[in-house]
């Protein structure tokens, strides 16, 4: 009972926190994406900072995190996750679904960063979109994150991997680092109770450029689902629990 009006009260404030934070930081974002990224990052740190005390959460980041030009392709099972990568990537991309863009304080902020959005209905135009953006320079360098799996996915639970990251790996040319996570298990996609213990993000080693789409796919899927069953393992997860 304790853990769930601890999880609740932990809600509350990271719910109010985060128009207060962009409130503030709003005259200096308005002007300066860096200013958009630092009130990202000091949310997204909030988070995680009052996740320890509060409901006994601690996040770690494993891994070397790169700093260059290069493809993320992430495991996704919590906004945890999401809060862990963007605060470790020094100017992190993503790309998400277009309705983000109309939610209040986020959306702002994700126009201001050219967050990358997606219509869900027509992902292949999106893509090509993004491609010809980058391309033209319009988008800064910076570490395109994509989840492979286009969606939050209960620990334990198969979601087949989009074709869409191969796409971005052909194209781009750059190494993909796999991301793998067990925050699903800390912070579930759905519900209030949050469960204390180490949520982990874990930078993979690097795949590089010039697999074919198969063989990428095949490699890429395999890397994320064992490493990220090997965390939730290690955090006390079991599947027939």
Known sequence: MLQWIRSIVY??????AMPVIGLLFAPWAMFSKTGAYTACKTYAGWCMWSARWLIGLRCEVRGQVPDGEVLIAAKHQSFLDILMIFHALPR???????????????????????????????????????????????????????????????????VPYKVGTS??????????????????????R?????????AVVEFLPPIAPGLEKDAFMKQLEATVETASDALLHEAGWRKDA
């Not at 759905?190 to 180490?198: D, H, I, V, W």
């Open 92 to 158: 992190a991309k993503f790309i998400m679904k277009r309705e983000i863009l109309w939610t209040p304080v986020i959306g702002q902020y994700t126009k201001r960063m050219q967050m990358i959005s997606v219509n869900r209905g027509k992902r292949g135009q999106a893509i090509s979109k993004m491609m010809e953006d980058v391309n033209a320079g319009r988008i800064e360098p910076g570490q395109i994150v994509i989840y492979s799996q286009g969606t939050r996915v209960a620990p334990g639970a198969h």
């Open 167 to 188: 796409v971005l790996y052909r194209q781009l040319k750059q190494p993909c680092i796999p991301v793998a996570t067990n925050a699903g298990y800390f912070w579930p």
């Open 11 to 16: 809600i509350v404030q990271a719910t109010i």
């Open 190 to 198: 759905r519900g209030l109770y949050r469960r204390p213990g180490l």
